[in-house]
């Protein structure tokens, strides 16, 4: 992303943010993996949205006031020793390059750039009485982040600040997106669509899955400045019944559908496909039936995607298309036996991006379509994703050109083998 895409989000927020507020925002910390090692960092992507700095505790702080806005940046300053073990951290002149953030300081300075803020008979920076915060809350035992923290803390400082939450304001930013953040989705789903073809090529009975795994990480990473944008499912017969399946440690059997459910990173914007190939090349006639009314509901529930819409519309429509297809299936029992998930989610900066309850569809706004049918006793697991644009006149698939129709499986298999 250009530096001019995070001035513009940081423009857009602070037009929504209470006046006399400070709101900050934290890239988020190392995770300890073992006793010498960590887990790779991960931005957190509303700091990102707004600061577009990947570096592990810097603060982001916005203050508005009197209708004005100004933003300061808070990074680490270099370690000399430890620079030569790890790196070195960005200097100020490069994150001013990087957020277009003019005011970068020192984390050694933020106590007393928030000291002044809430003591104006002392300081002249101004009089806040509100402090904003992405409270993301997850429910798990145990569970905190450092604006949960930080709020714990600054209340008992400051107990006549109001606290509020950030979190929805930039989701709802984030919901839709810019031009140059669908073309870094496009760019994902493309490099996403060779990496599927790579598989492709390879599949055929006797491979573990997790060879067909490695196809498509080499495909990311050779010659090409990707990353996965979540851990790859590669699901062979019985194991692709099982919705986040990760262990791929199977053999392909001879008859064995393949669930493919993988994306690529471009820079922090995503993709995420699922296609289910036969390994042989060729489907089965009880493959073909379950993957053609698989296939039939995909397309349908991208023709009925608008603005206007709801996920509540867009489960409910679904789900009575999938209904009407297990009974032509011949299938005993109620539809969650075979069909355990919803149609889709956002899609953005995360795979599963956030977005704020029950809003309507709007153009701009990026999501996946995804049905699935999940035969447990027949060892048959089906699942058709998507990644569609809401425009103004309806949805525009975004990964059309990742095949998907049976006899173009069953040529680009034939021709690669």
């Known amino acids: 992303m250009k530096t001019e895409f995070f001035i513009n989000n940081r423009k857009r927020y602070l037009e ?3 006046d006399n507020s400070l709101t900050l925002l934290y890239s988020g910390r190392f995770v ?3 006793y010498d090692q960590d887990y790779p960092f991960e931005v957190n992507k509303d700091f990102y949205y707004l600061a577009g700095i990947n570096q592990a505790n810097v603060i982001l702080a916005l203050v508005k006031s009197g209708g004005e806005g100004r ?14 073990w790890v790196g070195s951290k960005l200097t100020i002149d490069e994150a001013r390059s990087l957020s277009g953030i003019e005011d970068v300081r020192y984390l050694d300075a933020f106590e007393r750039f928030t000291f002044a803020l809430f003591n104006p008979m002392r300081f002249s920076a101004g009089r806040i009485g509100t402090l904003l915060l992405d409270l993301e809350r997850v429910d798990l035992p145990g569970y905190t982040n450092w604006a949960l923290e930080y709020a714990t803390e600054f209340a008992k400082k400051y107990p006549e600040v109001d606290i509020r939450n950030a979190r929805e304001t930039i989701l709802g930013l984030r919901m839709v997106k810019t031009e140059e953040e669908v073309a870094a989705i496009k760019d994902a789903i493309a490099m996403t669509k060779k990496g599927i ?25 050779n010659g090409e400045n990707y990353d996965l944008a979540f851990e790859t499912i590669v699901a062979a017969g019985k194991n692709a019944t099982i919705l986040h399946y990760v262990a791929k440690r199977d053999l392909i059997g001879a008859d064995d559908l393949v669930l493919l459910d993988l994306g690529a990173r471009s820079g922090f914007h995503v993709s995420d496909i699922t296609r289910t190939i036969p390994v042989s090349g060729r489907f089965t006639a009880r493959q073909k039936e379950v993957y053609a009314a698989v296939l039939e509901v995909n397309k349908k529930c991208i023709e009925f995607l608008k603005p206007g819409l709801t996920w509540k519309d867009m489960n409910e429509y679904a789900r009575e298309l999938l209904g009407a297809a ?32 029950d809003a309507k569809f709007e153009p701009g706004m990026t999501l996946t379509i995804e049905p699935g049918l999940y035969i447990e006793e027949e060892g048959i697991g089906i699942r058709i994703e998507d990644n569609c644009l809401i425009t103004a006149s309806g949805a525009v698939n975004l990964s059309k050109d990742i095949i998907k129709e049976i006899d173009e ?8 083998h």
Do not use: W
Request: net charge negative.
């Open 197 to 221: 073809e790579a598989i492709m090529k390879a599949a055929r009975a006797g491979l573990y899955e997790y060879q067909l795994d490695a196809c498509f990480d080499f495909a990311l990473k």
């Open 16 to 18: 929504k943010a209470a």
């Open 32 to 34: 300890q993996k073992s």
């Open 71 to 84: 933003a300061t940046l808070f990074i680490e300053e270099n370690d000399p020793v430890l620079s030569k």
């Open 409 to 416: 499986i069953e040529k680009f298999m034939a021709a690669a």
């Open 326 to 357: 297990v009974k032509k299936l011949g299938l005993a029992g109620e539809l969650d036996k075979y069909y355990y998930h919803s149609i889709g989610h956002f899609i953005g900066l995360d795979t599963h991006d956030p977005g704020v309850a």
